[in-house]
């Protein structure tokens, strides 16, 4: 049975919440959309915090903040309330999935892999070109996976990396799937691929081609592939620098076979929303705004001797630490801004305009979260990048945004500095 989230506080203890990243009068939340975030950062804080260390150590999969995902509603945060979810839009998850970033950036980022499962096939679907007949049968398949989802907690990951040009959009995925009596049979490797070995389904984008046929984006499919499906196998190792506990290893499919009703989205209806829904791709950002606000609030915290497990010494009369911290809060809220900003806009056909900021927004959590940290451990000192606090590993964390796939942070250079100058399809000939 699902226990809605902003219902557990009496049960949470004594621990001071934290303020909101994101206050919810001052940038004019709803009360739905406040009391699902709200318990994110109370989840996080009271129960995802003193996890993290462990995890991290070992690289092992938050198992157990996942059983609470399912338990507070959250595993189906976007999940249509008549399909028994939460309803949370785009906005809504970003911004609860910032909270729980802030206390635990692996969980954060493969809760993220996870909510887009339902995120693409739900929200974004929809406001997307599909025949009547097929809208009718994504709704139906839809269903099933909500179902899974909500009734018994399944878990989804979205594995698209393959260490060729795919992921980066620049080329069909060279993971096939070829279509056979009722279904698919599938082929390929995914690497860096989140909740491996952990995930119930694997959602897997990769590229339909019956015999004969030449591959093309156009034709990406998007499947749910059972982890139990015979031909799935993990391999490898996961001894990262960050985000240890995301356990992203890589995965196989020798002539895995998936029915139909595992398309997480109708064919065409991926290609579609990669050119109509580009703020599709910003969703790994929340993770890294709430590690951003992590550092900060670690060095406030540290500097006014109240970080536990440490000395009670203040260091917040010395001027230079002022300035730090000064510098800090800025540039926090310079990323709190254009993220605020970027989010609250995402939707089928943006302005330019809106592209370009969503790719600065983008790049400005991804880079900013770990000078955030950077700038924490130069301030606060040697202390305090021992293991045993938390800061340490936001920086080893945050070091892990800018990598992320399709939009990097040279990716959203790249396409900033050409967007801004060439019009579609303007040419220097
Ligand atoms: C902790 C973590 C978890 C992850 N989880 C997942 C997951 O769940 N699912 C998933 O699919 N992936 C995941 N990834 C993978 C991630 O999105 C990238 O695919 C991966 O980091 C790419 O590594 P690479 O070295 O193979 O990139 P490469 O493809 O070798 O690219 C290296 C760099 O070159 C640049 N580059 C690449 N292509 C171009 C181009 N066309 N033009 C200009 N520059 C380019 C980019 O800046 C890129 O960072 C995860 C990564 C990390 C670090």
């Not at 580009?278 to 006014?304: E, I, K, N, W």
């Not at 510098?327 to 302005?351: C, D, G, H, Y």
């Not at 370009?356 to 991804?366: D, G, P």
Request: proline share 4%.
């Amino acid at each position: 049975m699902t226990v809605q989230v902003g219902k557990t506080t009496a049960t949470m203890g004594k621990i001071a919440l934290d303020a909101p990243i994101f206050d919810p009068p001052a940038f004019r939340l709803t009360n739905e959309q406040a009391a699902i975030i709200t318990g994110a950062r109370e989840l996080g804080q009271t129960v995802f915090a003193s996890r993290a260390a462990a995890y991290d150590r070992d690289a092992t999969f938050p198992t157990e903040n996942y059983k609470d995902l399912h338990r507070t509603g959250l595993l189906g945060i976007s999940i249509p309330k008549k399909h028994g979810g939460l309803g949370a839009d785009y906005q809504t998850y970003a911004l609860a999935a910032a909270e729980i970033g802030r206390y635990c950036g692996a969980t954060a980022l493969t809760w993220n892999m996870h909510v887009c499962s339902t995120l693409w096939s739900g929200p974004l679907a929809d406001d997307l070109d599909m025949d009547v007949s097929v809208r009718a049968e994504h709704e139906r398949r839809r269903a099933i996976h909500y179902k899974r989802i909500v009734d018994d907690g399944a878990i989804y990951s979205q594995p698209f990396s393959e260490g060729g040009a795919a992921a980066a959009g620049g080329v069909a995925f060279g993971t096939e799937a070829k279509p056979v009596k009722d279904g698919w049979i599938v082929n390929g490797k995914k690497i860096f691929a989140s909740l491996s070995g952990h995930a119930d389904y694997y959602g897997v984008l990769c590229t339909e081609i019956a015999e004969g046929q030449t591959s093309s984006r156009r034709n990406t499919l998007y499947l749910a592939i059972p982890a139990k499906a015979s031909g799935v196998s993990v391999v490898g190792d996961w001894d990262p620098l960050g985000m240890r506990g995301t356990v992203s290893r890589t995965l196989l499919f020798k002539d895995a076979f998936v029915e139909e009703d595992a398309a997480l989205m109708p064919r065409g209806v991926y290609f579609q929303a990669a050119l109509r829904w580009p703020h599709m791709f910003l969703t790994l950002s929340p993770t890294y705004m709430g590690l951003a606000q992590a550092a900060y609030d670690f060095t406030v915290r540290y500097l006014r001797g109240e970080v536990p497990g440490t000395p009670p010494v203040k260091r917040r009369m010395y001027p230079t630490k002022q300035i730090a911290v000064a510098q800090m809060q800025i540039k926090l809220e310079q990323i709190k801004t254009i993220w605020f900003q970027a989010v609250s806009e995402a939707r089928a056909n943006p302005s330019k305009e809106q592209v370009l900021r969503a790719y600065a927004a983008q790049y400005s959590v991804m880079e900013g979260a770990n000078e955030l940290a950077a700038l924490a451990i130069r301030t606060c000192g040697g202390q305090a990048m021992l293991k045993s606090l938390a800061l340490e590993r936001i920086y080893r964390d945050s070091r892990c945004g800018s990598l992320m796939l399709p939009w990097t942070a040279e990716l959203c250079l790249d396409r900033i500095g050409r967007e801004a100058l060439y019009e579609a399809g303007e040419t220097d000939d």
